[in-house]
């Protein structure tokens, strides 16, 4: 039990409730590090959505409306944190959503695709093949869902196979914290900001665009121009931090 | 089975190493998260030691050296990462090093100091009491360990309880990656380096100052100062990250 006079009670729930994906083997205990490692980096952007960020996820907004077959990759940290969110996406840009896993076993895919359907989610499921260029379990996909897809949107991705999607000419779209990883440096597009706020952004901004009924135009991404400007605020921060 | 060309191997088996003290219950599944939180601080430091921090870790020496009554309070991650080093350090300084649990059970306090013995530290075991002023299981030490020392090495450890050590009047040694945190900021002295390139460190230079047998002055410690180095570095990493 988290004592309610901690000051980070709201993170240390957070925290919790992964634990609690931990032991039901939907979170991997990597993933668990992981999700530290996101926190860590979330702290330097002072826990918000920034200006830049918001503009990337409506950008990914746009980029999933004019997909010809848009896809959503899940992984486990993903379902545990955003399972309902990642519905209520779905929803609004019509793309598929897949289970795919570094730590992949049949059991951990099914228990993921079943907390995504309780939740809303429409999943894609089904025979995956090894079609990546990847060593092990990460080459794993579906041939019809991120093999064949022109976008996908890939939160908390591993840099080898942002790398290898983003080689296949794919637009990738990644969530990710760290400005600086192999991720957020090889995606087409990376949104430097926090899974749960991140999502949101997206769906609100897919339903504005479809609403508006605006022609599909190409949409321009400056990745760098983003990166830059979330590292920015995270260097402003902490050059301040100790004021 | 990590891929061996992954292009971070080396950290990857490190956080297996984790998962495996996970699995056994000697690292809570919080305490992998606070580990990942640390694997991004590192990063921005550049996974090495600083000046700074070499600097931090000669203070704490003279510190352990000459203190009246040193105690190692050790928990779950430090005891999966560097028992051995804790060892070695205990044999350079004379501390004392007992077992203190954010999330404690006896059995796991018991495997805990099980793990350090094998490693060949001598634990002070033994009868322990709700002592500090914290809610819940922070508040239980062993009054003729951490509750009496004057000296206090804590790597890793709760911002609260290092608040409250400090506000007895207790020198506290930290070891954190995140110099803004509120272990970092209510230390005595923060030594922001990895845990284990900072134990060696210590030991080294308890080593070298019990050789040349100098007398024992007070060590005058700027934490402030320490702690604006290691921003300085973090943020200048940062900011040449994309070049």
Chains 1, 2 share one sequence.
Not at 83 to 101: D, P, T
Not at 116 to 137: C, I, M, Q, Y
Request: aromatic share 4%.
């Amino acid at each position: 039990m988290i004592p309610p006079d901690h000051p980070r009670y709201r993170s240390l729930v957070v925290r919790e409730r992964l634990a609690g994906s931990a032991r039901k083997g939907i979170v991997s205990w990597e993933g668990l590090t992981a999700h530290g490692r996101g926190e860590a980096f979330d702290y330097l952007l002072g826990e918000r959505t920034t200006a830049s960020a918001l503009f990337a996820e409506r950008t990914a907004a746009a980029l999933l409306l004019s997909a010809r077959h848009p896809v959503i990759s899940i992984n486990g940290n993903t379902a545990a944190l955003a399972a309902g969110e990642i519905a209520a996406l779905q929803k609004a840009c019509g793309a598929l959503v897949e289970v795919n896993l570094f730590h992949r076993t049949e059991r951990r895919v099914k228990m993921i695709e079943d907390l995504l359907t309780v939740a809303g989610v429409d999943v894609f499921s089904g025979k995956a093949e090894r079609l990546l260029l990847l060593s092990h379990d990460r080459a794993w996909c579906r041939r019809d869902g991120m093999y064949s897809a022109d976008v996908v949107l890939v939160p908390l991705e591993d840099g080898d196979r942002c790398e290898v999607l983003a080689g296949m000419g794919k637009t990738v779209i990644a969530i990710d914290l760290n400005p600086l990883s192999r991720t957020a440096r090889t995606a087409t597009l990376t949104i430097v900001d926090e899974l749960t706020r991140a999502l949101p952004q997206i769906t609100s901004a897919c339903r504005d665009l479809s609403q508006a009924g605006e022609e599909r135009s190409p949409v321009p991404v400056d990745n760098h121009y983003l990166l830059s400007e979330a590292i920015r605020e995270m260097t402003a921060r902490l050059s301040h931090a100790l004021d």
